[in-house]
């Protein structure tokens, strides 16, 4: 083998180790420059001997670190010393490596006669170790953002220290953090974090700032890095917007949950910024942790707040349920006495008549409330002239406004106002409104209502001069079991639910309410908006008047067979059916009650649901199967009264379904018909 073949074999060689582990080889004269061709390097390089020879090699050292190559090459030479340093090698592909140098002079009686050296591509094992760095900064940080936010138990607190943390760890101009609205549009900073002498970006916005193309990333949860607002954007992309707060540089990482964009976290750059993709890591996983640990607060917060509530509801009813049981023992008391004279008799009467029926309106509020809960209250609509419901609930008003000397000003409009209403809920609606404004207008104040049209909506408007609203309370006003502070003890007592049964049931008719106040003190006007009918379609769907008049009492004659575990409640209901002339038997039992019906042979039994052994309905279910001979009607008359309960005494067989206490008089309208279906 000649020598050609040997260097062939020995150039191939080093190519292959080249190619092995992207290890170059050189080998230099004394005088530092390259007078051999050195095939490892042409390997890397894609150089040729023609272009690498004397300090051509230079040539493939990146531009930036070029001279620095040279001039730590050169004092190697002079100084006849080993040399190690790194630098950037364009690789044949055009990609530049980083490449670790070593050298090593070869000297022969003491002088040098050539160099050898290495040259090492450490490109994977520098990303390997810069990876490892960053990822255990990364690490420390959220650790840190996690020991200085983990007792934090305030939303904005959360935010407030997650910006301002996130903000000094990447060295930025500003750091936000921010709700989105359900809506998937508006976003609302309500914490962020700013160098000093930048101004705060909290507020509401709009996703459209960022631009068509940006917002719809965002909605998909996609973040968008921008390195230079101006040369990317442009005026119309979003530029103008971050110009106009300073801004050059921005990411926004976006964060969807159940298919809804619900936080953004942006970080902004008063100059131009290259984004790492480990930042634009980092900003998307403290959105995320953010978010998390944000709605555990709020969670709790709310379940604090819910549980604080519940116990002021539980004092609340408790006072409101004792506070009518007082005159009503007082009124007892007083009818006990010897020689009472007739006044003082029939004051008693009406003193406990209204404050059973105070009691009994706070029970039915609370079941409405319950029931639109549910979705189980449906409403009874036909089209009905606005104004004599308005005159109804005003009539219902009126004891109160009378008790506390108010002056009361009713404004309708002459012409009929057409709504498709369940007439009673609204004449329950207004009734809330304005004996709230009673209540909360200290004596002797001025309350109005009044309505109107307004374009497609009939506005129906309660004013007064009383208490007032704080503007900080009009937010919550509306929910159950809520009284504001400044109420508290200097309005009349109340369960805090009116309000919140006034929403539901004009949400419910397709309306809308609101509230407003120039201030505490300074009275208030609550406005409700119901849909008008067209006059036409109202004139023809109304229907027309019945002409059947109501019974004033009911006949006699009935056999009655009264059901009823309590014995006081038995016993007065007994005496009020025979005062009525109705003849009546009494059982405090099912069992008793099923064996009374043989031999009695009632024409009604009054039924209540909860007795003891045998139940109400277990009773009329035996009843249907055999009933007395003269059975005309099985009446429940029971405490139970839910759309459940109602369905369930259908089922059982009764023919209706009373709640206690039922008004005497429509108990007795309901025997009466009875009795007059008969003849």
């Not at 607060?297 to 819910?306: G, H, K, N, T």
């Not at 309350?447 to 900080?472: K, M, Q, S, W």
Request: net charge negative.
């Amino acid at each position: 083998m000649n020598d050609h073949e040997e260097r062939l074999i020995r150039d191939r060689r080093l190519r292959a180790l080249a190619d092995l582990n992207a290890t170059v080889i050189w080998i230099a004269d004394a005088d530092g420059r390259v007078h051999q061709s050195l095939p490892s390097w042409e390997s890397f390089t894609g150089q040729a001997f023609e272009a690498h020879r004397g300090s051509g090699w230079l040539a493939a050292v990146h531009a930036d670190d070029r001279e620095r190559a040279r001039a730590t090459w050169a004092a190697a030479v002079r100084d006849r010393q080993a040399l190690s340093m790194r630098y950037r090698l364009r690789r044949r592909d055009g990609e530049y490596r980083e490449m670790q140098v070593e050298g090593h002079p070869v000297q022969e009686d003491g002088a040098v006669v050539e160099w050898v050296g290495i040259a090492v591509d450490v490109t994977e094992r520098l990303r390997t170790e810069a990876a490892l760095r960053t990822s255990e900064a990364r690490l420390r940080f959220l650790d840190r953002l996690g020991q200085a936010t983990r007792t934090l138990v305030d939303a904005d607190e959360v935010m407030a220290a997650t910006t301002r943390l996130l903000g000094e760890h990447l060295r930025t101009t500003r750091c936000a953090y921010a709700d989105v609205e359900i809506d998937n549009d508006r976003f609302t900073i309500r914490a962020d974090w700013s160098v000093p002498g930048v101004p705060s970006s909290r507020g509401h916005y709009s996703l459209d700032l960022f631009g068509p193309l940006a917002a719809g990333s965002l909605r998909q949860g996609r973040s968008v890095a921008v390195n230079d607002v101006d040369a990317e954007l442009g005026e119309e992309g979003g530029a103008r917007m971050f110009n106009a707060i300073g801004i050059k540089a921005v990411v926004c990482a976006a964060l969807v949950k159940g298919q809804r964009l619900v936080a953004l976290m942006a970080v902004h750059q008063d100059t131009p910024r290259r984004w790492t993709a480990d930042e634009l890591a980092l900003i998307e996983d403290v959105v995320e942790r953010c978010w998390v640990h944000i709605e555990r607060v709020r969670d709790a917060a709310m379940l604090r707040e819910q549980d604080r509530r519940k116990d002021d509801f539980i004092a609340t009813l408790a006072h409101e349920l004792r506070n009518p049981l007082a005159p009503v023992k007082y009124a007892v008391a007083l009818m006990r006495k010897p020689n009472l004279d007739a006044a003082r008799l029939a004051q008693s009467r009406d003193i406990i008549d209204r404050q059973v029926s105070q009691m009994a309106r706070l029970i039915d509020d609370l079941l409405d409330v319950s029931r639109i809960n549910r979705g189980l209250v449906e409403l009874q609509r036909r089209p009905q002239a606005l104004q004599p419901l308005l005159r109804q609930a005003a009539e219902a008003a009126r004891p109160e406004m009378e008790a506390a000397h108010h002056h009361f000003a009713i404004d309708l409009p002459d012409a009929p106002l057409w709504l498709d209403v369940d007439g009673a809920r609204l004449v329950q609606v207004v009734g809330n409104l304005l004996t709230n404004a009673a209540k909360y207008t200290p004596d002797g104040g001025h309350v109005r209502l009044a309505a109107r049209a307004d374009g497609e909506d009939a506005v129906v408007e309660v004013a007064d001069d009383g208490l007032g609203l704080p503007p900080a309370g009009l937010g919550r006003l509306f929910q159950p079991f809520t009284q504001l502070d400044h109420t508290v003890g200097r309005g009349k007592g109340g369960l805090g639910i009116g309000l919140s049964l006034v929403r539901s049931l004009v949400e419910l008719h397709g309306g809308r309410v609101g509230a407003a106040s120039p201030g505490v003190g300074q009275g208030s006007t609550f406005t409700v908006r119901l849909p008008l009918l067209a006059e036409a379609a109202a004139a023809d769907d109304a229907p027309t008047a019945s002409m059947a008049m109501p019974l004033d009492g009911a006949p006699t004659g009935l056999r009655v067979l009264v059901v009823e575990d309590n014995v006081d409640g038995r016993r007065s209901l007994v005496s009020l059916l025979e005062q009525a002339g109705h003849e009546t038997a009494a059982a405090g039992d099912g069992d008793t009650a099923l064996t009374l019906a043989r031999s009695f042979g009632p024409q009604v039994v009054l039924l209540d649901l909860g007795l003891p052994g045998i139940d109400g309905l277990t009773v009329a279910r035996a009843l249907r199967r055999d009933p007395p001979a003269p059975l005309r009607a099985l009446i429940a008359l029971t405490g139970w009264g839910t759309a459940r309960d109602r369905a369930r005494t259908t089922e059982a067989g009764f023919d209706a379904h009373l709640t206690k206490p039922v008004e005497p008089k429509l108990l007795l309208r309901l025997l009466g018909d009875v009795a007059a279906a008969a003849t």
